[in-house]
């Protein structure tokens, strides 16, 4: 590949490869404690100043979303089947990521949520796997990123959560009504629910004005600022250290290798369209599950025939994707489901944890959530025709007084559902596009039709007069969740990454995103991938004191 | 493709024909009735906006105009518009084809109940003949809240796209040349931002819309409830 007409950058003590949640953690953590990072971010960097509250652009345009005419997907359902060009799991490709587009539900992971296989033994089907770390392992860091990040919410409340050394650093944000009836139909059917902790800030804290509740938020950017997203909070922090080389819209075709087999350099386009080498000592993929999955792919050598660090073939393999599914109740009474925009919310772990005499595996996290995003415009309602006189009057009916009561399902890990490289489809700078390949497995479908039964009965509990359920018949990528492509462990034949996040194959390669996750939990991931990614740079921080990572300040071997 | 400077200096995609057919039928999709609908809302004038090229894809987020595009992103839209263009002028020339077989008239000519009747032949055997289509249906006008827009507006045929373009231009902002006078939102009773630049400036907050009790209650441990 002919490299540079420019000059070639100095050599970085690690390069990171994406901006957001993951990437932006890392960042934060290393070039605060001394380490020189160059971080190469394939979208722009927009500065807050770029985003509205504009459900037409945001949501319908393209101007958060990746354009599928630019950055398409394959998807197929079996290998028998002819791949078609779909968005699937798409998630903003800028600077600050998935942060950017969201509204931030971080629950915290359970205790179990790290020991599935303990306690359920094998699913057939499924590659079902404990973590190779425990949540003791992640408890400090949930807590600082929690701390340093700004989260809402009441420590304790919810009554399963496992044990924290630390509270929240905010009270939770105020009581939407959707969150009341929440709470409301929970209290009657002797739920235990609780505020959700979001990625917000009900007051100032550490020098940032507390959140502006706007009715653009879930799925539109944040132009006061105030949100705690990867943008506002991580990557400022890195930046302030001098530290910190963010440069975006480069784009990462390959990851090479030197001579020992170890990772040598990001080659990249830039903006401009040249080639650049970026050296580092260190390497960390953060592009989110499904793009990761395919730059390891992408970069193929002697050594590594069928993709970097692959030598397992389990590289895209075991992606869980979760799915987002409903129960929609409507009220005699003004609910206002778009205040907030929808997830200024409540939810419960009633059915989150395993149970046996369900007679499927695991659970997940429920809460309330508004219908629109936030307008009429891209949602429809059950039963009832799409157009017409009809149509227009449930517009008007469900507006101000219709809520969701939301769940995820926990997919199961499958050896055949993967991320490949499709073999015809390209994106606009030449490269094949990530193909899925994926089917659900009976116990995602089964729990979700069991939690979507318990979210119905929570919205009649709460006088909903009218409910629908919307069963998961497919999984569909709609929730920009993506974990599983280069699952960790202890065993090189079972995973590609080991309990640092480090390529078995390849030292100084680590991955901090939802790839490491053999699990997708029934839980938002994004507090987990941002704790994760912490511990994971603090060890690498820690492996050049100790000297186990050569680098480039000359410190020791 | 046929252009035209509009009044007030937009160009303009659809002749005169076309743009009464499109909003007789936006205006059957979201009809007046004790409130308005879709022609007062200027729907058409919304989409003849949008076919015009590629100067109104974006407002800028302080709503002082629109974004100007270039490079790749450019391109990409250009494609798009020209795919858009195309699904209209043929639907159009269905719509007028079917209404000339049954009714023997244009479509912008029929009674209500007999464009009505038209819609809903478009409509229909489309989503029967061919399940990859029920699919696309499925995908915007689902039974299922709004999640996230996965499916893409070139792969929706006519019918479907004019309904989707509707409801676009009845409540998307009113920059984009619908919504006239905020008619959308007050038929659903959104208080919405006065334009743009309220929410871009952090001025627009809905707590009033929260519960009046702003604590969340203390709740019982459910373990074993």
């Known amino acids: ?317 075991n992606v869980t994707f979760h799915e987002y599914s409903a129960a929609v109740g409507v009220f005699e009474d003004l609910i206002y489901a778009w205040a907030g925009g929808g997830y200024v919310s409540a939810s419960s772990f009633q059915f989150y944890e395993h149970d046996d005499d369900r007679g499927h595996v695991s659970g997940g996290h429920t809460a309330a959530a508004g219908v629109g995003i936030p307008l009429p415009i891209n949602w429809s309602l059950p039963e009832g025709p799409a157009w017409g006189a009809e149509a227009k009057q449930t517009d008007r009916d469900f507006f101000n007084h219709s809520m969701a009561v939301a769940m995820v399902v926990h997919d199961m890990p499958q050896h055949d559902n993967r991320v490949e490289l499709d073999d015809r489809v390209k994106d606009a700078w030449g490269l094949p596009v990530a193909r899925i390949t994926l089917s659900p497995h009976e116990n995602d479908l089964a729990q979700g039709r069991f939690l979507i039964d318990r979210n119905a009965e929570i919205l009649e509990a709460a006088g909903a007069k009218k409910v629908d359920k919307v069963y998961i018949d497919r999984i569909t990528g709609n929730c920009s969740h993506q974990h599983g492509t280069t699952r960790m462990g202890d065993n090189p034949e079972t995973s590609v990454l080991n309990r640092d996040c480090q390529a078995h194959e390849v030292e100084n390669l680590f991955v901090v995103d939802g790839s490491p996750f053999p699990t997708s939990t029934g839980a938002n991931p994004t507090l987990t991938i941002m704790a994760n990614a912490w511990r994971v740079a603090e060890n690498i921080v820690w492996r050049r004191g100790a000297g186990t990572v050569t680098t480039a300040t000359g410190k020791e071997e | 493709m046929n252009q035209r400077e509009g009044t007030d200096g937009d160009r303009l995609f659809f002749d005169e024909h076309q743009r009464a057919t499109v909003e007789a039928a936006m205006a059957r999709i979201i009809p007046t009735d004790h409130e308005p609908g879709a022609r007062e809302a200027g729907t058409v004038g919304f989409v003849d906006r949008y076919l015009s090229g590629i100067d109104f894809i974006y407002a800028k987020p302080d709503g002082s105009g629109f974004e100007k595009l270039e490079g790749r992103r450019a391109d990409a839209w250009r494609q798009r518009v020209d795919v858009l263009r195309e699904k209209y002028v043929e639907g159009i020339e269905e719509l007028d084809r079917r209404s000339r077989v049954q009714f023997d008239a244009d479509f912008a000519r029929l009674t209500a109940e007999q464009q009505d009747r038209v819609l809903a032949d478009t409509e229909r055997p489309e989503r029967q003949a061919d399940p990859e289509q029920a699919q696309a249906t499925a995908a915007w006008a689902p039974v299922e809240p709004a999640l996230q827009q996965t499916s893409t507006e070139v792969e929706l045929d006519f019918f479907l796209l004019l309904a989707l373009h509707t409801r676009q231009g009845f409540y998307a902002d009113p920059i984009y040349g619908g919504n006239k006078d905020r008619v959308g939102w007050e038929v659903i009773g959104f208080p919405g931002p006065a334009s743009l630049a309220e929410v871009h400036s952090g001025r627009f907050s809905t707590l009033d819309y929260f519960a009046e009790i702003r604590e969340h209650p203390e709740m019982e441990d459910g373990r074993g409830a």
């Open chain 1, 1 to 317: 590949m002919a490299v540079a007409r420019k000059i070639k950058p100095e050599k970085a003590d690690v390069c990171i490869i994406g901006a957001g949640a993951s990437g932006a953690a890392a960042a934060k953590v290393l070039t605060e404690s001394g380490v020189r990072v160059v971080a190469l971010e394939r979208g722009p960097w927009r500065k807050r100043e770029s985003f509205g509250g504009d459900e037409l652009a945001n949501v319908n345009r393209y101007n958060l979303w990746p354009d599928p005419l630019l950055n398409p997907r394959t998807f197929r359902t079996s290998e028998d089947e002819e791949p078609q060009v779909e968005l699937f799991c798409p998630v903003p490709q800028m600077v600050g990521g998935g942060t950017i587009h969201w509204q931030g539900w971080l629950p915290r992971f359970t205790e179990n949520d790290f020991r599935l296989h303990t306690i359920v033994g094998d699913v057939p089907g499924t590659t079902l796997a404990d973590w190779p770390i425990s949540y003791d392992d992640l408890e400090p860091y949930y807590g600082k990123v929690e701390w340093t990040f700004g989260v809402s919410g009441r420590a304790g409340a919810n009554a399963f959560e496992s044990p924290r050394s630390r509270g929240y650093p905010c009270p939770p944000m105020p009581m939407s009504r959707y969150a009341q009836k929440f709470h409301e139909g929970c209290g009657n059917l002797g739920y235990n629910s609780f505020p959700t902790p979001q990625a917000a800030l009900s007051r100032p804290f550490n020098g940032r004005p507390a959140t502006v509740v706007s009715a653009f938020a879930q799925q539109h950017g944040d132009p006061s600022g105030t949100r705690s997203s990867a943008l506002n909070v991580f990557v400022p922090d890195a930046v302030a250290t001098g530290r910190y080389d963010l440069r975006p819209d480069c784009y990462v075709r390959e990851i090479s290798l030197d001579e020992r087999g170890r990772a040598k350099s990001a080659v990249y386009e830039d903006a401009d369209g040249d080639l650049v080498e970026q050296e580092a000592d260190v390497i960390i993929l953060a592009c989110g599950a499904v793009e990761s999955a395919r730059l390891l792919l992408l970069s193929r050598s002697g050594r590594f025939p069928n993709g970097l660090a692959n030598g397992s073939d389990l590289v895209g393999r």
